[in-house]
């Protein structure tokens, strides 16, 4: 199975804030442990990086008009701070892996969402 | 014959079903084979006899179905494992000594990934063999609502990967405490009445303790369960409710109490007692007489301490008041956070009837008829404000 990992920061610290900034060293360190490690994990591909959500920019079109707002389409807190991809056995794999992304721990959530077969 | 196929649907269906799953890796296609040699055999068995292994004979044509459905339909040999099966190849499963797969679907069904509700109905319909129809009734929704809510479990099941499988031993806990408040959750439901509910239940927490033979909280539950129930035939009498302390002993089913117990000891034997074994040995001091109060309160006291819940601490204040008196159950009841709950008012009024304090029990017992939902229960509290009345 493939699943779609999206990571919601939530109220967790991410760089580059003030809140991130004043963390204890050893806590960003094991902020980055927890990235790398999962990114070693087999199963894993590791997506893109994506800018803080306040950097989106959201688009609809209607009656053919483009407009354009600031800011991501849901609430910043509620944005997709990150992904990756996972290729796991079942459910169970996928939600073993879900649990040690380091948001999951820190006030973010992790959605686990199966790639689409049709 | 009728008679024979029922039964061998009650105790067959459940291990079919999960064979079939695990066989084949989809739950409708399972059921719909299921289903197909159970209307064969209400064909076959009045004309040729019942075989002589009813289960195997139903799993071999079950999947004899199945495998002749999907060489029929290409699309469907996709989407299940059976994309090479030989023709007329070796059983993989040997009639006599099919797999009993039951745990591995209801881990499945009750999986934390599925809501409550949707893990109620599916184990119901995959393990208990209730139509939608029935389940639909039990739990007073439409048809059309429970049938949305299969197909919307079932379809999750397959696109998210749900496993069919007994879960890892640190997973084991959490899973297990899920599958048993599923079971607690049917019995529940049945204990206002439905007794096919309950009967559902208390077959599904055999099962389990079968299945699962060193688990405490299974014994524990399967205990609670038959304790409570052998006492349904005294607790209502012409729709009225009969509180225990009024109830005819004479009701009570004696032999279920003594299998009741039994497992109450199974589950003491072993190590580590949850909230299920407590209840349980809870509702086996309820059935003697005299009651033994404070053994009661201690009991409800160690399942306070595990489930810091107000409702257990409610129960403690009645255990407390009938050992050391009304006003040391008051004082408990009026630390408790629980106003909306019509048991607290309805148990401070009784409380505050005994004491003669009868202005404020029937503030209290009104209170409580503003709360409470239940006809039978709003009845049993209009007859108790009467009472009070007519002592006053």
């Not at chain 1, 894993?44 to 407009?67: H, I, S, W, Y």
């Not at chain 2, 599923?182 to 559902?200: H, K, M, P, Q, T």
Request: charged content about 25%.
């Amino acid at each position: 199975m493939q699943y779609m990992m999206l990571i919601y920061q939530g109220t967790t610290p991410t760089p580059p804030s003030p809140e991130w900034e004043a963390l204890p060293d050893e806590d960003k360190q094991a902020v980055y442990q927890g990235y790398r490690a999962l990114n070693e994990t087999p199963g894993v591909t590791p997506g893109m990086a994506m800018a803080a959500p306040e950097t989106a920019t959201t688009v609809r079109v209607q009656d053919g008009k483009t407009l354009t707002t600031d800011g991501p389409f849901v609430e910043i807190k509620e944005a997709v701070g990150g992904y990756f991809i996972l290729e796991a056995d079942d459910l169970d794999a996928a939600i073993e892996v879900a649990s040690k992304v380091p948001a999951a721990a820190r006030g973010g959530a992790i959605e686990v969402r199966p790639i689409g077969s049709w | 014959m009728v008679a024979i196929i029922e039964q061998v649907f009650r105790e067959q269906w459940g291990r079919i079903v999960a064979a079939l799953i695990g066989f084949l890796g989809d739950v409708d296609l399972a059921e719909e084979a299921a289903q197909e040699a159970f209307a064969i055999a209400a064909e076959r068995w009045p004309r040729d006899g019942v075989p002589a292994n009813p289960g195997g004979w139903l799993l071999v044509t079950a999947r004899n179905r199945a495998i002749n459905r999907i060489r029929r339909d290409a699309t469907l040999a996709v989407k299940t494992r059976l994309l090479e099966v030989p023709e007329g190849g070796q059983d993989a499963m040997e009639p006599t000594t099919f797999p009993d797969e039951r745990l591995e679907l209801i881990f499945m069904c009750c999986h934390p990934a599925l809501g409550t509700d949707a893990q109620v109905a599916l184990t119901l319909r995959t393990l208990g063999g209730l139509s939608t129809d029935e389940i639909a009734r039990a739990f007073l929704v439409g048809e059309a609502t429970m049938a949305q809510r299969l197909v919307r479990a079932k379809r999750k099941i397959k696109a998210a990967g749900i496993p069919f499988r007994i879960p890892a031993d640190e997973l084991l806990p959490e899973r297990l405490a899920a599958v048993l408040a599923v079971v607690y959750l049917i019995f529940n439901a049945g204990y206002g009445g439905r007794d096919e509910l309950a009967s559902e239940a208390l077959w599904l927490g055999r099962a389990l303790a079968d299945l699962l033979p060193d688990e405490p909280e299974v014994h524990g539950l399967l205990a609670m369960m038959l304790l409570l129930d052998a006492r349904r035939d005294a607790r209502m009498l012409d729709g009225e409710i009969v509180l225990l302390a009024d109830q005819d002993r004479a009701r009570w089913d004696r032999e279920q109490i003594r299998r009741g117990r039994v497992e109450l000891d199974r589950a003491l034997a072993q190590p580590g007692h949850g909230p299920y074994v407590i209840q349980a040995a809870i509702a086996s001091l309820h059935a003697e007489e005299p009651r033994d109060w404070p053994q009661i309160a201690a009991l409800y006291g160690e399942l306070s301490r595990l489930t810091s819940s107000a409702v257990v601490e409610l129960s403690r204040a009645i255990a407390v008041a009938e050992d050391q008196g009304p006003e040391a159950g008051l004082a408990i009841i009026d630390q408790l956070a629980l106003d909306d709950y019509h048991y607290l008012h309805a148990t401070r009024g009784e409380l505050l009837s005994r004491l003669d304090r009868i202005a404020e029990a029937r503030a209290a017992y009104g209170r409580a008829l503003a709360l409470v939902h239940d006809d039978a229960e709003r009845r049993l509290l209009e007859r108790r404000l009467t009472e009070l009345s007519a002592s006053a």
